[in-house]
């Protein structure tokens, strides 16, 4: 640095130095470190040879200087500008902003100095350049694609929260926040599952969907949560209803009962390869929810109805496999079908010990008609394994299905007192009950060989049960839809299939007739509950609202501690003050004379509350 000022004052011939650079060499100005960095600002500076030939011309608008040096300078803390400091030694003025008066009286000197690079010093701001809201939480701007990214609300959620972020943060040398301690503290609950009890006391409704007015959420509702938040596990069910389909059609174009009707296979290809497209597209989209929102899928399956639906995804790969049209492939492996079968057993190793074992997730507190769909699994599977050619396997699945279907349907049955009514709306599950034993009567038929007694005596139970709610035409009106109404049309489904079976067995004009009849309504349905679907999803777009069953806290419902509270809402105390006061109204005086005068009677009765006090 040293040489580069000798160099340029050799340069300009003149053997004085210029006065501001005597003056930083013989005094040390604070602020700066040595006489090193003053003078590597003196080289940074124009040069006394320039500066003076600015000085003649005069032709440079100062105020333009300024602006320009302004828009382009960076906003930190200096000590004085060089000219300031000029001119305290010799005793001038500066003018507003820091800007020295080298006037002809105030300069002492025998040479001018040279014109320097004005520097305006302004403080750093301190914190972001974006808003912080009342939260903690930095606002940037209106995006909302942007807004959704910063939100942490849906953390507890994720299986990859903020946590690493923070972790990097405090790595870096940033303390955290204290709204994400506070933040992180508060979520700390979503670690524990809940009971049976928290969803009964927390939700309401004929799913147990809703959410009570004294319960609260762990998430906002007054926005539209991401879409694999909302995305049930009841959406299965759509699986459920295609898939049937695939086999109703087959089976209706290569039973011999059924020639008549002349059905091409092709339809059977078109539902299979439909149903293939969308077991796959709910599958992934499930998977995705799996990954990223663990929490919210183990939530699920605490659900006390929930539960049931995760035998749904493998049932509806049992039904792909006997849907596969016969162009395609006549002999299966037989190592697919214990693929399918291992989530299932190991699915009824856990709901079925509950029930045996009782707690709070036992048969008589839980039963649902939903129960019906982890019994469904077994008569499928045992079916499946059947026509295979597999034996003990299928023998094994269809006696546990039989045993704890007879449990069920006693539970179910006698609706015992414990269990409340199930409302309107959840009336279509009661075709669940026709599921079980349809399924049953073919996968016995497909073990013996043959459509024998047991099997009729399932069909008939099936068949009896069918009619008895297909006549009940004000038991179905008066209700919403909902998406887990597609879990209840396969029943209808597997009672049309049995019919075909059973109809080549018992051939006549009214076991055809009740096939044509069965499979129509079956395939009514279903096309009914497509368009239904379709609509709700692109045109009213309320397919996937909110899901608030997953959203529950475990925090006990909202108590009223003030001491009015009770005797308003009738307390046991104010019932025995009413009691009292209308037992006297209603004797006869005895003294006064008043019979029955109720306001002779208010001064009478004493207040029994009163008397404890």
């Known amino acids: 640095m040293e040489n580069c000022t000798s160099h340029e004052i050799s340069e300009q011939g003149s053997p004085e130095v210029p006065s501001l650079i005597k003056y930083i060499s013989s005094n040390e100005v604070a602020g700066f470190d040595s006489i090193e960095k003053a003078t590597e600002l003196q080289c940074l500076a124009p040069s006394a040879k320039e500066s003076e030939k600015d000085l003649e011309r005069g032709q440079v608008d100062e105020s333009v200087i300024i602006n320009h040096q302004r828009k382009h300078s960076v906003s930190i803390s200096m000590p004085l500008s060089p000219e300031q400091v000029q001119s305290h030694n010799n005793g001038g003025k500066t003018l507003g902003d820091g800007i020295a008066n080298f006037s002809p009286q105030s300069n002492t000197g025998v040479s001018k100095p040279p014109r320097q690079t004005k520097c305006y010093s302004q403080p750093m701001m301190k914190g972001n350049v974006y808003p912080e809201n009342t939260e903690g939480r930095i606002n940037f701007g209106q995006n909302p694609h942007i807004l959704r990214l910063k939100d942490r609300r849906f953390d507890p959620f994720k299986t990859f929260s903020g946590k690493l972020e923070r972790q990097i943060s405090i790595l870096r040398g940033k303390p955290p926040k204290q709204g994400d301690v506070q933040e992180e503290n508060s979520l700390n609950n979503t670690d524990r599952p809940r009971t049976v009890d928290r969803y009964y006391d927390a939700l309401e409704g004929p799913e147990l969907e809703t959410l009570r007015t004294s319960e609260e ?51 059977n290809l078109v539902l299979w390869i439909i149903s293939i497209v969308l077991v796959l597209s709910i599958f992934v989209m499930y998977l995705l929810k799996i990954i990223i929102y663990f929490e919210a899928v183990r939530r699920e399956y605490y659900h006390p109805i929930r539960v049931n639906f995760f035998f749904a995804p493998w049932i509806a790969l049992l039904f792909l496999v006997l849907g596969v049209p016969p162009s395609l492939s006549k002999h299966l492996h037989h190592a697919l079908w214990y693929i399918l079968m291992v989530p299932i057993f190991c699915l009824e190793l856990k709901i079925y010990g509950q029930w045996m074992s009782g707690g709070q997730r036992r048969l008589s507190k839980v039963a649902n008609p ?28 269809f006696a546990v299905g039989l045993a704890h279907y007879t449990v069920l349907f006693v539970t179910l049955y006698q609706r015992l007192p414990t269990n409340e009514t199930l409302p309107k709306e959840l009336h279509p599950v009661f ?94 349905i279903v096309t009914a509950l497509l368009i239904t679907t379709i609509i709700h999803a692109f045109v009213l777009k309320d397919l996937f609202p909110n899901d608030i069953a997953i959203a529950i806290s475990d925090r006990k419902r909202k ?16 019932s025995k003050v009413i009691e009292a006061f209308l037992k006297f109204a209603t004797t006869d005086g005895e003294g006064d004379g008043d019979h029955g005068d109720l306001e002779a009677a208010l001064e009478k009765p004493t207040n029994p509350i009163n008397e404890q006090k």
């Open 370 to 397: 939903s129960n019906h769909l982890s019994i469904v699994g077994n008569f499928v599977g045992a079916l499946l394994g059947a026509s295979m050619g597999l034996k003990e396997g299928p023998i094994f699945f």
């Open 559 to 574: 108590t009223h501690k003030n001491k009015w509270f009770p005797h308003r809402h009738g307390s046991n105390e104010h």
């Open 217 to 267: 959420t762990v998430l906002p509702q007054d926005e539209k949560w991401p879409f694999l938040l909302r995305f049930p596990i009841s959406s299965f069910g759509m699986c459920l209803g295609v898939s049937s389909q695939a086999i109703l059609w087959k089976t209706l174009a290569t039973s011999p009962s059924t020639e008549f009707l002349h059905i091409s296979l092709k339809v």
């Open 431 to 524: 075709f669940l009950f026709v599921a079980a034993p349809s399924v049953a009567s073919m996968a016995w038929a497909r073990i013996q060989g043959s459509f024998d007694n047991g099997s009729r005596i399932a069909y008939f139970i099936a068949l009896f049960l069918y009619f008895s709610l297909a006549v009940r035409i004000n038991f179905f009106r008066g209700f919403k839809f909902s998406l887990s109404w597609w879990a209840y049309t396969f029943p209808m489904t597997g009672a049309a299939v049995a019919t075909i079976r059973y109809s080549v067995v018992v051939t006549n004009v009214v076991t055809k007739s009740l096939c044509v009849i069965l499979s129509l309504v079956s395939t009514l």
